[in-house]
Structures are given as C-alpha cells and as structure tokens.
C-alpha cells in the first residue's frame, strides 16, 4: 500500500488515500518508530470531489479519534498539492463535521478546528486543578509555571485516565507568556506526548483567554514550533504548516 509521511510541527502522520479498512494492529505497527515506518498516528484520506475530502484519524495505539487538528492540515495540504481539489480552498468532513480549510500563498493552512467550550468545572485530579476543555475530542488544561520543568510522562497518563474522562483526555500543561501568547507542552491520549497538538493548542488558547485573560488571536509555542489560533465566537480557527516528508510503499 502507498503511503506519505506528513507532519505539522513535529506531530508526525502516515497518511494512506481510502476508503480502506484497517486494524488496530496494523496501525499499531506502522506507527512504532523502531519496527514500523513511526508516527504519531494514522490518516485517513479519501477525495470525494473538487472541493472536498473525508478524514479518519487513529492514534499511535490504534484507537479512532474524533478530531486531528494537525492532521487536517495536513491533508487539506496533500489535496491542493496532488490537485484533488480545484481551488486552495475546500472542506474536510470529520467526524466531528464539515470543516473548511484553505492553503495559504505561503503554504500555511487556516483551517477551522470547530466549535470550542468549557466543558465542567476546573476540578482537583492528583492535585493539579484541571480544566476540562471540549474541541470535539476531550482536553484537560493546567496552568503551570513552567511546561518545561513538568512531570509530563507521569501526570500526563495519570489525567488521561481518570474516572472523569470516560473517553480518556489530552492533557496540555501551559503556562501564559505575554498578553497575547502561550506556551505549552501536550500528552496526547493514545500516543504519549507529541511535539504538537492542534486541538490540544487550540483548548490552552481557549482557556488562556477564558480564565487567564489572554488576548486573541493566540500564539501558542508548542515544541515543535508556533501555532496561530483565533475565535470567531465559539468556533476556533488555527493557522499552520501541513508538510510531505516522504513518501513510500509498506506491505
């Protein structure tokens, strides 16, 4: 089967054109880094006109996820460039629904994420006070002095399973630096941490500004680089790369 290596700041994809069935243990072993091609998850991609595509999106564990910010991105990238579509703009049907996406004259994507909420009430989880955050897929949000000096590997999957998460969460721990930008660290349910999440920087935007008073548009500096986030009232949007590493063949 052909298959192209994509990633958007470092969250890493193996990207496959549908529709076609695949198992979890298949997506389990194309995504280990060391016996497998590596990634972070599995995309997806079927053309179903000039103007739009579906997306599907797996994690590293093989478990089906609602919403793949980074990987949308990236596929409105890969159909502009393989010209499935006509024009730079077009819609990515989720699961989570009809997003539009347009490829940008310097090869950025803006792409609506969807509608973001305050999902509950900030509570107490290993004695962190979390925010539940809901961009179609779950998120808990902490505020934290300092990502870089956090227990990520240990908290992380610590929050993601608990009780309250009967999906399990991503986690973001960040930290405001200026009035008008973040920066955070994530632990991706299903994966482990990554070098970036669009919807993981798309909830830390969202509750900087809802209960830090952040201002919008939103930078968020994720390790694998910058993400430009904005709202157009419950409805977020995010700007960023969607970029071909290579492309190859696996049985």
């Not at 995309?43 to 179903?48: A, I, N």
């Not at 919403?67 to 730079?88: F, I, S, Y």
Request: glycine share 14%; proline share 6%.
């Amino acid at each position: 089967m052909d298959f192209v290596k994509m990633q958007g700041l470092g969250n890493d994809f193996v990207v496959v054109t549908g529709p076609v069935e695949l198992d979890t243990h298949t997506i389990v072993r194309w995504c280990d880094r060391r016996l497998g091609i590596g990634a972070d998850g599995v995309l997806e991609v079927t053309p179903l006109g000039r103007d739009r595509i579906r997306m599907r999106y797996w994690n590293a564990d093989g478990g089906e996820a609602e919403m793949c910010g980074n990987g949308l991105r990236c596929l409105a990238a890969l159909a502009v460039g393989r010209g499935w579509v006509d024009e730079r703009l077009l819609v990515v049907e989720t699961a989570v629904g009809d997003l539009p996406a347009e490829v940008l004259d310097d090869g950025l994507v803006r792409a609506l994420v969807g509608e973001v909420g305050v999902a509950g009430v900030p509570e107490e989880i290993a004695g962190r006070t979390i925010h539940p955050i809901s961009v179609g897929n779950p998120h808990a949000v902490l505020f934290v002095d300092d990502p870089n000096q956090e227990p990520v590997e240990t908290l992380g999957p610590r929050i993601e399973h608990d009780d309250r998460f009967p999906h399990r969460a991503n986690v973001e721990f960040v930290t405001p630096i200026g009035p008008d930008r973040i920066r955070m660290r994530i632990w991706e349910r299903g994966v482990g941490e990554t070098m970036a999440s669009g919807t993981g920087a798309t909830s830390a935007a969202f509750a900087s500004v809802h209960y830090r008073g952040v201002e919008a548009p939103v930078t968020v500096e994720l390790p694998g680089g910058e993400l430009l986030v904005d709202f157009e009232g419950d409805q977020a949007w995010m700007t960023g790369p969607g970029v071909v590493v290579y492309e190859g063949t696996v049985d």
